[in-house]
């Protein structure tokens, strides 16, 4: 797995690299498994390795891939969120083998997942064999000779817990002075990213205070196997102070206990199940006088800790690589035996109708290219930014949604760079708001200096679409905050608002903001308020001839439909859900030609109840909005006539279209402005480019996740 586009310098051995945000990479492996005809496939799946919402990335491979798959789950959730739930779910399903390493998995897959114990099998965490020797060899040969050596090691974070070690330490050194701990391991490489060094610095301050600068060795290294054994070898005692319960796999703690070590832990799943029956010692979560009076127990009883290590070793044998390796290949031999009673699709069932197709590459060259420090640029003429029109609000608020979407997903960008596009747009977005009104504007200038006092109702909400996003999705705290404090902002003038439009993309920014703030029952309440208007507007204008809510169909109508769809799922609303599927299964009926392509309502004129439509010019933004209600239909009934409907409409950027020429430009990354009669518009705006990759985001993600949705009420 390659989680940078350079990769990396792996030896000689590796055949096949996938790239973590790619998703074609995955079908591509799928392709290269089959046709070498790899007799199974061994996954190790653990949530944050592949690509996707919640890794779903990894589904496009399980699906296409003819061998037998076992799957080893190092993480196994009590409490999924529905993206990681369908990915558990799914990934499940597609494996013939299903392999933990603790009885507690077990548990939970049966209880949880309704895994058939007969799929399952309970393999250890693999460990090397070490012999059980005396820690004076190497001691000596770590220049800790004549010292009682407490360890802990592994990636360091706060999870971890250490600094109820270091709180523990006066009291243990005061009753044994000789004693030193050791903390092994790089800090977690995301946590650098983020944060630097700060976890370690304050836990060296924290030394420092408690007086026990001079017990405490921070070796701040990845280490390799034979350095590990040679630090575990002059462990006396190995703390694992971790504070989340649900951990149910932990490697450090296998390889330390089956090494013989006696062992001081907090409850957590694993422990508890190794550390049964006196192989070891667990004391409660964020206590440092339990961790003192445990470590000082073994200490003060050499005899108690002696007998300790040899049922820990005893045990461990079971635990070494021969014996886990045995176990592997019996669950291998089981998936073959399974799967030649129940063979998977062969070549030639790969048929168009059952195989999805390939995407176009996500380019982000045009995007970049159209942005500033200030941000993006609302026109280009031909592919190149027009300064002259300056910017919007609309624009950095797609942009936005778009780099949210992205960074959840994968793609487009490394981290750091998405990230500083991110922060661009959203600066943008924070200077619109003008805080005495409480209203966002929407024209600026090249030169910075606003053009109005307040934007259209349409731009404010497609602000607080944009801020909910962010308050909902995003993974940078700064950004979640400000967007959140701006959302709160903003919301308040929507109730006086008019615009149909405006309520649908409000409504569609509460339904990304309750994601992460689902306590917050103004916001709710402006969710039923919002849905109320547009049932309304429904019951005044709706026929059997004419299921709409407005005499006129004009732009961005899916909106509409999209945001009642969302609505109906979660408030619940039954009857928001209905109308929502009616007035957009009418609106796909009416956007559909006998030739059966995607043919959006024309701006130019749009369509009148009892009067004529408009076919051209038929604009980017229609075809986006489709693909977005279409794909949350099929969420919200599993019919897959909506997702043959957002394939339709995405195929219009494609060339699949009245003219049969694509607006997409897979040389620059932009999309053409529209459709007329007789050409294409050549200008590749930010709104028509935007609209594109949006697109591309939610049909690369939609083949295996269904929305997120908040949290449900207490």
């Known amino acids: 797995m390659n989680d940078r586009p350079e990769g990396y310098k792996y030896p000689s051995r590796v055949r096949f690299e996938l790239l973590e945000k790619d998703l074609n990479s995955y079908r591509r492996a799928a392709d290269f498994l089959n046709f070498n005809n790899a007799e199974v496939l061994c996954v190790q799946h653990e949530f944050g390795i592949y690509g996707g919402a919640a890794g779903s990335h990894l589904l496009a491979l399980l699906k296409e891939v003819r061998m037998p798959v076992v799957t080893t789950l190092h993480t196994v959730l009590r409490d999924p969120n529905p993206a990681q739930r369908k990915v558990m779910d799914e990934l499940v399903r597609r494996s013939d083998r299903v392999v933990v390493m603790a009885q507690k998995g077990a548990e939970m897959l049966r209880d949880i997942y309704a895994v058939p114990e007969a799929k399952l099998d309970l393999i250890p965490h693999g460990i090397p064999d070490m012999p059980l020797e005396d820690t004076v060899i190497s001691k000596a040969r770590l220049g800790v000779e004549g010292r009682m050596v407490l360890l802990t090691f592994g990636l360091l974070g706060p999870g ?4 109820y070690v270091i709180e523990a330490l006066p009291e243990i050194v005061r009753r044994h002075p000789s004693l030193v701990y050791l903390v092994l391991g790089a800090t977690h490489p995301h946590l650098v990213a983020r944060e630097g060094e700060s976890y370690r610095l304050s836990l060296e301050r924290l030394a420092e205070d408690r007086g026990v600068k001079d017990h405490v060795i921070f070796y701040n290294r990845f280490v390799s196997l034979e350095d590990l054994k040679e630090f575990i070898g002059a462990t006396d005692i190995y703390v694992t102070p971790y504070l989340n319960e649900t951990q149910i796999t932990s490697g450090t703690l296998a390889y330390v206990f089956g090494a013989g070590k006696a062992v001081v832990s907090t409850p957590y799943w694993h422990a508890q199940e190794l550390l049964a029956e006196g192989r070891g010692t667990l004391v409660p979560f964020r206590d440092p006088q339990a961790i003192a009076e445990a470590v000082c127990h073994y200490l003060d009883d050499p005899a108690l800790m002696e007998r300790t290590r040899q ?52 380019r982000l060259d045009h995007i970049v290219r159209m942005s500033d420090g200030t941000g993006i640029f609302q026109h280009a003429i031909f592919n190149v930014p027009n300064f002259h029109e300056g910017y919007c609000t609309d624009d950095n608020a797609r942009a936005y949604i778009l780099c949210n979407l992205l960074d959840e997903t994968g793609g487009g960008l490394p981290g750091e760079n998405l990230n500083a596009q991110a922060t661009g747009y959203l600066g943008f977005l924070a200077a619109a708001l003008d805080y005495n009104s409480g209203r966002f504007r929407n024209f600026m200038s090249h030169g910075r200096q606003w053009l109005e006092d307040a934007g259209s109702e349409d731009s404010h909400a497609r602000a607080l679409w944009a801020v909910g996003t962010g308050a909902g999705r995003s993974r940078n705290e700064g950004h979640r905050r400000l967007s959140a404090q701006l959302f709160e902002r903003g919301l308040t003038e929507v109730v006086l608002f008019t615009s149909p439009r405006a309520w649908a993309f409000t409504l569609l920014g509460i339904h990304e903001y309750l994601r992460h703030y689902p306590e917050q029952e103004k916001v709710h309440a402006m969710r039923i308020t919002l849905t109320e208007k547009l049932l309304a507007l429904w019951h005044g204008c709706a026929t059997e001839d004419w299921p709409w809510f407005e005499p006129s169909a004009t732009y961005d109508n899916a909106r509409i439909c999209q945001a009642l769809l969302l609505s109906g799922q979660w408030m619940p609303h039954q009857e928001a859900l209905e109308i929502g599927l009616n007035s957009l ?13 995607f043919r959006p309502i024309g701006s130019n004129g749009f369509y009148q109840r009892d009067g004529g439509r408009a076919d051209f010019d038929q604009q980017p933004v229609e075809a986006q909005a489709m693909v977005s209600a279409c794909l949350e239909a099929f969420r919200a009934t599993q019919d ?47 709104e028509s480019s935007l609209a594109f990759q949006l697109s591309l985001a939610e049909m690369n993600c939609a083949e295996h996740l269904p929305a997120t949705p908040p949290p449900p009420r207490s």
């Open 160 to 163: 971890k817990g250490i600094e």
């Open 311 to 362: 049922g820990a070793w005893k045990l461990g044998r079971e635990m070494i690589w021969p014996a886990v390796a045995q176990r592997y290949i019996e669950s291998f031999q089981h998936a073959r035996a399974d799967r030649r009673a129940m063979p998977r699709a062969a070549f030639a069932g790969w048929t168009l109708a059952s195989r999805p197709y390939d995407l176009p590459p996500l």
């Open 585 to 597: 299964r009418w609106l796909a009926s009416i956007q559909r030609t006998q030739a059966g392509h």
């Open 640 to 686: 897959s006539f909506w997702t043959r409907e957002a394939r339709r409409a995405f195929e219009w950027f494609l060339g699949r279209n009245d003219l049969g020429l694509p607006l997409y430009d897979s040389r620059t990354g932009g999309c053409s402005d529209g459709l007329h009669a007789d050409r294409v518009n050549e200008n590749q705006g930010a």
